[in-house]
């Protein structure tokens, strides 16, 4: 009679798991192999609000890097436009819900501030908070052109999930325009130009 196999004790397996986890927990004699979940430093005034915007917009910028490489295989484009476009989407999302927060005193309930991943949502929010903090004249043309870089990326992914999930359609709002290719390079350098905006204006 064929015995039917029986799963491992829960004992041994909450033991497996806690050692799995204390592995990757555990801090690697090699420095370049460690990664502190914050700032080593913070007089530098690097804490999570402003490393986690960071390091989503660091990677989408190495990505894109790499993949112009010479001799980087062209169809890993194919595979990387995902998380490089969401990377950056996400970097600009915490961007600006982070100014927010500093606009708005640094309120407890800092999470509550993203009602949804809309950016147009959220640059409305900040603009406002921006104008009302420096003056409603006096960056208008700045906040103008910074917000045509932002309905850019919106119209492109209004939800956050066109770049996360395969089964999420793409917008289109152009009847001329079919969005089948991204230029990675453009995009990145869409992303460093709306940065530059918004460093200009203060929201950092």
């Given amino acids: 009679m064929k015995q039917t196999p029986t799963l491992p004790a829960v004992e041994n397996v909450n033991e497996k798991v ?17 990664a502190w979940l914050s700032s ?24 894109v890097d790499h993949l112009l490489e ?13 998380p490089i476009f969401f990377g950056y989407r996400h970097y600009l999302e915490l961007r600006m819900t982070n100014q927010i927060r500093r606009f708005s005193g640094f309120p407890t309930d800092g999470p509550k501030i993203r009602k ?22 006096r960056f208008t043309d700045r906040f103008d052109e910074a917000q045509c870089y932002v309905q850019v ?12 999930y395969p089964d999420a359609d793409f917008p289109v709002r152009d009847e001329d325009t079919e969005f089948g290719v991204v230029n990675l390079e453009n995009l990145k350098e869409h992303v460093a130009q709306l940065s530059n905006w918004m460093d200009k204006l203060g929201l950092n």
Wanted: proline fraction near 5%; charged fraction near 30%; hydrophobic fraction near 35%.
């Fill in 70 to 82: 010479d001799g980087s295989p062209s169809h890993w484009n194919e595979a990387m436009v995902y």
């Fill in 18 to 34: 806690a050692r799995l986890k204390a592995k990757i927990l555990t801090r690697n004699p090699r420095s370049d192999s460690n």
């Fill in 40 to 63: 080593r430093n913070p007089a530098r005034g690097f804490g999570k609000h402003e490393l986690y915007p960071l390091g989503f917009k660091m990677a989408s910028d190495e990505l």
């Fill in 116 to 137: 949804s991943h809309m950016l147009i949502g959220l640059w409305n929010h900040l603009r406002r908070l921006a104008e009302k903090q420096y003056g409603e004249d």
């Fill in 153 to 164: 990326l919106h119209e492109l992914d209004e939800q956050s999930l066109s770049f996360r």
